[in-house]
């Protein structure tokens, strides 16, 4: 076991540990333990003035020696993050623009450069389908419903479109990423712990038929008994190494509203989902460069076998598509060296 040595010198309280200097600070209440060499990585900023080895800075310190710092922990976590990794990740539950802000006091210019490019990115897509399901009547100038498991079915209720025993829900508009990135969105409640989220781009809307019905040919996107996965089905084959990004255990439960957002552009596919009632997430990328001459889009479930009646529920569903000829800037991405003097031996 490493010794450990506290000592407080006149502007630091600091943690000695095998050459790492590690920082106590108190941000708006909660206690956070970070190093020397993280808060000081944009050298220019405010934060890397306030604790660059020879600064003036006069701290002012809680009853027990921590360091305060006055601003909102959560915004502060998304920085801190950003300065250990150089990726922005930012929890759906939490606002872009808090984090803006405060990046913008502590003059953190990489990364309110990159909220800015990602916030100019919300106003370049254009909405190709928007569907809440409000209606008791489908609408089937949008859809085809295939039936072709057994007992499969399905029903409009309060804003959700119910699918019953591998019911099979394909637009009918075909959306081909090769015109333009796809973005989907939408909410999914499973009724059952075992039932399956099945959604998938680039298909021609087939099943394999018993005994699964999987879908015959496309990307999937897909997450059961507590693993989001990317799938390739027939000849469409994802090629590249799968990036796993995840928050908390990764479990939802039934009755759980979880929201979805799946990314294609025809080369990189991603796939997050997210839940705020626990505050778990996950988010996992690959690529795949295989094209199909159909590409409509497909929702099914699927339950665990030789279980009955399972269903899950699908809401708020929107297909969008990115105008811009220039490539979208992944929320996710990895800053270069040029950008921020990243220390990946941290």
Same mark, same amino acid.
Request: proline share 2%; charged share 25%; hydrophobic share 35%.
């Given at each position: 076991?490493?010794?450990?040595?506290?000592?407080?010198?006149?502007? %630091?309280?600091?943690? =000695?540990?095998?050459?790492?200097?590690?920082?106590k600070l108190n941000v708006g209440g909660q206690i956070i333990h970070t190093t020397l060499?993280?808060?000081?990585?944009?050298? &220019?900023?405010?934060? &890397?003035?306030?604790?660059?080895?020879?600064?003036? *800075?006069?701290?002012?310190?809680?009853? =027990?020696?921590?360091?305060?710092?006055?601003?909102?922990? /959560?915004?502060f976590m998304v920085i801190l993050n950003f300065l250990r990794h150089g990726e922005i990740v930012v929890e759906p539950n939490l606002n872009y623009y808090g984090v803006l802000?405060?990046? /913008?006091?502590? #003059?953190? +210019?990489?990364?309110?450069?990159?909220?800015?490019?990602?916030?100019?990115?919300?106003?370049? *897509?254009? +909405?190709?389908?928007?569907e809440n399901f409000v209606s008791n009547e489908l609408d089937y100038n949008r859809w085809i419903v295939q039936r072709d498991s057994p007992g499969s079915n399905f029903?409009?209720?309060? &804003?959700? %479109?119910?699918?019953?025993?591998?019911?099979?829900?394909?637009?009918?508009?075909?959306?081909?990423?090769?015109? #333009?990135?796809?973005?989907?969105? #939408?909410?999914?409640t499973k009724d059952s712990q075992e039932d399956f989220f099945q959604v998938a781009t680039r298909s021609d809307g087939s099943n394999q038929g018993s005994p699964y019905f999987e879908v015959k040919n496309g990307i999937e996107f897909h997450y059961s008994r507590g693993q989001a996965t990317i799938i390739g089905r027939g000849s469409i084959l994802p090629s590249g190494m799968v990036k796993i990004k995840k928050q908390g255990e990764f %479990?939802?439960?039934? &009755?759980?509203?979880?929201?979805?957002?799946? %990314?294609d552009d025809g080369c990189t596919v991603s796939f997050s989902l997210w839940e705020t009632t626990h505050n778990t997430s996950i988010t996992i990328e690959t690529t795949c460069t295989n094209k199909n001459l159909t590409n409509y889009l497909v929702i099914h479930n699927?339950?665990?076998? +030789?279980?009955?009646?399972?269903?899950? *529920?699908?809401?708020?569903?929107?297909?969008?598509?990115?105008?811009?000829?220039?490539?979208? /800037?992944?929320?996710?991405r990895r800053l270069t060296d040029k950008r921020l003097?990243? +220390?990946t031996s941290m």
């Open positions: 076991m490493n010794n450990i040595n506290l000592e407080l010198n006149n502007e %630091f309280i600091v943690i =000695n540990n095998n050459q790492n200097e590690w920082v060499t993280t808060l000081t990585k944009e050298k &220019g900023s405010m934060l &890397g003035l306030m604790f660059k080895k020879d600064t003036t *800075w006069k701290h002012t310190r809680d009853e =027990n020696g921590f360091i305060l710092i006055d601003a909102d922990p /959560r915004y802000s405060l990046a /913008r006091y502590f #003059g953190l +210019n990489s990364l309110t450069d990159l909220i800015d490019n990602e916030e100019n990115n919300k106003n370049s *897509w254009s +909405n190709l389908l928007e029903i409009l209720e309060e &804003g959700k %479109f119910k699918l019953i025993n591998r019911a099979y829900l394909v637009s009918k508009e075909q959306f081909n990423p090769d015109d #333009g990135e796809i973005r989907i969105t #939408g909410i999914w %479990f939802f439960g039934a &009755g759980v509203p979880v929201h979805f957002e799946i %990314f699927r339950e665990k076998i +030789n279980t009955n009646s399972m269903s899950s *529920w699908i809401s708020n569903l929107k297909v969008s598509r990115w105008d811009k000829s220039t490539p979208r /800037r992944n929320r996710y003097n990243l +220390n």
